[in-house]
């Protein structure tokens, strides 16, 4: 049987504009920049730098284009939920990157030096041994074995394996392993070609001169890597029945030593990476000044040259086809330019807003700098001050920084929950974190505390909170438990 149903669905639809607008806000400084150069290329309409005095009234109230294209509508946003209709797969993933790094303008003029590779340089030092054409095709082999990190993590048979199906090159597992030993082993930087971290830092340790400490630290690293690795000191001191002067000289040495020798060549490294913030906040006279990036606010106008060629299209007596073509693309230029403008505008007063807000809202904390004066907030405070959305608030917090008096912040860092002390007053989840931290930064090392100790001295100082809650805390801050803090 069949049945027939009726279904009414309200929907809202953002035109293209709208969009655009969304996904302006959500763009940090630098991709907002290659957005706006982006637009400048695509759009000959759309021109940046002032506008010449005689330049023709602002485009934009008129109607006078109107003969050939649809009312145009200005860009609304109230009530939108932007992430109903933007998505992670519409923006590339770099330009939502809370990384909104550059590089130093004032380098653009500096040479640049051209580095060679790490892998270059290790093909390079094989050419000081004095070996046959087999050996030295294994030896490249091996060097390009090598991940970055300068270990080869692959097993030697596989390596062999791997050598007579691309390679023609028949050879043993031992032939490997010796010129492994006996040749990556010996180039620089000592530790290259190890197979894990073990055999990483005991190549470092032999390439050392021998003394009563080296000594201690070798054997420890062959023999009694896991009790190293899991601090416990005390089964080593009785192991080797040695004082905690002695041992600590060898875990000193030890700790010296370079876990990722690939990682610390410089031709392997990084440029340098500038962070560029979206806002400056200022102390003036005791009082909060806030300013947007200049990079932020460009000077756009539309073309006066498009506008004129408009007009002397619109004043012929008869159009052919091929004129009103030009009059409808010039038409469509003129108005993209118009929204683009519109929408630089409204991404502004978007971002000025909701830094405004968050500012005042933390104002105790951006006047002295001290965290533990961060009130808990979250991205409903904000929006409900503002009245945006609060996609459109973690948008902004999630991909904008802040130059403050007491460095460069990512915004989203001042949002946190909020917690009960003893008193019953709200505190904020990171002034929590900072005394926790501080708890940790004071303890003595040959005895950290538990987190259920932690949990006891946070108790005492009024934050009554769960060992697991410490935990939690304790990890966001990227500190290890406390067998992994222990000194000798």
């Not at 000025?352 to 104002?363: C, L, N, P, R």
């Not at 990171?430 to 708890?439: A, C, R, S």
């Not at 697991?468 to 992994?484: G, H, N």
Request: glycine fraction near 4%.
């Amino acid at each position: 049987m069949l049945k027939q149903n009726l279904q009414f669905k309200l929907s809202q639809k953002l035109s293209p504009q709208q969009i655009q607008l969304m996904k302006l806000i959500q763009l940090p400084t630098l991709a907002f920049e290659q957005r706006l150069k982006e637009e400048l290329v695509e759009n000959p309409a759309l021109e940046a730098g002032k506008e010449e005095s005689d330049q023709i009234d602002e485009f934009g109230d008129q109607d006078e284009y109107d003969d050939y294209d649809n009312d145009s509508e200005r860009i609304e946003t109230d009530d939108i939920n932007i992430d109903e209709y933007l998505s992670d797969d519409e923006t590339p993933d770099y330009k939502l990157q809370t990384n909104n790094y550059s590089d130093d303008d004032d380098d653009k003029f500096s040479p640049i030096v051209a580095q060679v590779s790490f892998h270059q340089d290790l093909l390079n030092q094989l050419n000081t041994f004095i070996l046959n054409d087999e050996d030295r095709v294994i030896a490249e082999f091996l060097v390009g074995s090598i991940d970055d990190m300068g270990y080869i993590r692959r097993d030697i048979q596989d390596i062999v394996d791997d050598m007579a199906f691309t390679q023609g090159i028949y050879t043993e597992e031992d032939k490997v392993k010796n010129i492994l030993t006996n040749v990556i082993h010996e180039l620089e930087p000592v530790g290259v070609g190890a197979r894990d971290l073990q055999e990483c830092l005991l190549l470092q340790l032999k390439h050392k001169l021998p003394t009563e400490t080296i000594e201690l630290a070798t054997d420890i690293i062959e023999n009694q890597f896991d009790a190293f690795t899991k601090k416990h000191y005390d089964k080593l001191l009785q192991k080797y029945n040695i004082a905690q002067d002695q041992l600590r000289k060898a875990i000193d040495v030890i700790e010296k030593l370079n876990p990722k020798p690939g990682g610390s060549f410089a031709g392997n490294s990084k440029a340098i990476e500038h962070i560029i913030p979206d806002f400056a906040i200022r102390i003036i006279d005791g009082e909060l000044e806030l300013s947007l990036n200049g990079r932020n606010t460009p000077e756009l106008h539309v073309s006066k040259d498009y506008q004129e060629m408009l007009e002397t299209y619109k004043a012929a007596n008869e159009k052919s086809s091929a004129q009103k073509e030009a009059v409808q693309f010039i038409k469509q230029k003129l108005d993209g330019a118009k929204w683009f403008i519109d929408a630089i505008k409204q991404r502004q007063e978007t971002l000025f807003v909701t830094m405004s807000a968050i500012m005042h809202y933390q104002e105790e904390y951006f006047l002295d700098g001290d965290e533990t004066k961060l009130k808990p907030m979250i991205l409903k405070d904000i929006a409900d001050m503002v009245g945006l959305d609060i996609s459109t608030i973690s948008r902004v917090a999630n991909s904008k920084y802040v130059d403050t008096p007491y460095g460069t912040k990512l915004i989203k860092e001042f949002f946190s929950e909020a917690m009960i002390n003893d008193q019953g007053e709200e505190v904020s989840t990171i002034e929590i974190k900072k005394i926790l931290q501080n708890i940790i930064a004071e303890e003595d090392k040959q005895k950290p505390h538990p987190d259920d100790k932690l949990a006891e001295l946070l108790k005492e100082k009024g934050y009554p909170i769960a060992r697991r809650t410490v935990a939690k805390y304790r990890e966001q801050l990227d500190i290890p438990v406390a067998r992994m803090r222990k000194k000798v």
